[in-house]
Structure formats: structure tokens, C-alpha cells
């Protein structure tokens, strides 16, 4: 992490740290170079793998905007190491989003792993990008999307990202990973209960 400090700890952000005594930790992370912070074979895998992230823009009066982004895993596509996008599809129709980060690009993404207590935050600047004057880029980001009708291509040009820590984190499980972590107990349910049946049949036919 090195972009992300930079633009996290702003004066304010530092001030607050040496009054809680962490502002060694803050200069540490302020050392390394101001670029932008590539993403990593990790980051990639941990964003592909994904079902769903937090969206937050800013409007022009000021005020954060939090959204849920959704979809099967991999509809946030990795399009390169400082690039990611996907298709985004119309919803209640407010545009919020669409009309913040038309006025002021930067957005921040928060995407969880309930199960593994694992969360990466992403700092990137968005834009939209029409249908048909990208058909190259809709073909990529349409191959594994969130179903309904595609309005517009968001793409998200990464300035920084940093791995929270699992503090805090609820464990939590979706219906799929719940059936995913029974299906052994399931199947160990269905063998006895079929071997009690054969043993039931087998009494039953005793003289």
C-alpha cells in the first residue's frame, strides 16, 4: 500500500493519529512512494470472487452516496493491474451514482468476505463508458454479468487499496456457501438413512 495512504491520511486524518498515539504507523505507510498501487495476483482473485460490493461517490454539494453493487462472482471484472469494470444494469432508476460520478469521478469500493473475515478497500476514480461506443469492452464485461438490462459500462481506475484487518468482521454465510459447507453432512445423512432402511427391511423379513 502506498497510494492509499497518501490519500487517506490527510492532515486531519494525521492529527487524529498522534493524538491516539498511532502516528508512527501513519508515517511508515506515508514513507513509500505516492503512485498509484497496482493490482495484485491477490487483490485480482479476492475481487473476481466476489458477489457483490459497496459503491460510495460524493455529490457535488458534498454529501457520500453508499450503494450495493451485486451479481454473480466475477461480474467485477479485472481489466487490468490499475483497471476494473463491469456492466451495469438498470435498477430503481435514481441514478445517483450514475450522476455523481459525472460530476466527480472518485469513488471508494468495499468488498467483503464475510466467511474468511477478510475486506479490501479500494480507492479509484470512475467512468461511464456508452454501450456502443465500447462494443469490444460490452463483449468483456458482458460475459459474466448481473442479469437485467445493461445501461451503461462503468470502468474504475485504481489510485490505491488496503487490506483491512479481520477485527469485527461477523462471519457470515450465503445460501450457496451453506450448501456448499452441508453437502458432505447431507450425503453421510443419505447413506445412513439408507442403511437404516436396508436394516429395517432386512428385520422385517425375519420369521
Known sequence: MSRYAHLAYTESVREVQRE????????RRLAHEDTPDPIGPREAAFIESRDGFYLASVSETGWPYVQFRGG????AHVL????????????NRQYITTGNVRADGR?????????????????????VRPLESHPELAERLGRTRTDGHVERLVVVT?????????Q????RFSEAEVAEAL?????RMAELEAENKALRERLAGRP
Open 107 to 127: 469513488v471508494a469500493l468495499f468488498l467483503m468476505d464475510y466467511p474468511r473475515r477478510a475486506r479490501l478497500k479500494i480507492f479509484g476514480r470512475a467512468g
Open 80 to 91: 487490468d493491474e490499475h483497471t476494473i469494470g463491469w456492466a451495469d444494469v438498470r435498477g
Open 72 to 75: 454473480p462472482p466475477g461480474f
Open 183 to 187: 453437502a458432505p453432512v447431507r450425503s
Open 168 to 171: 469485527y468482521i461477523t462471519p
Open 158 to 166: 485504481v489510485e490505491g487499496f488496503d487490506w483491512n484487518c479481520a
Open 20 to 27: 491516539q498515539g498511532s502516528a508512527l504507523v501513519g508515517i
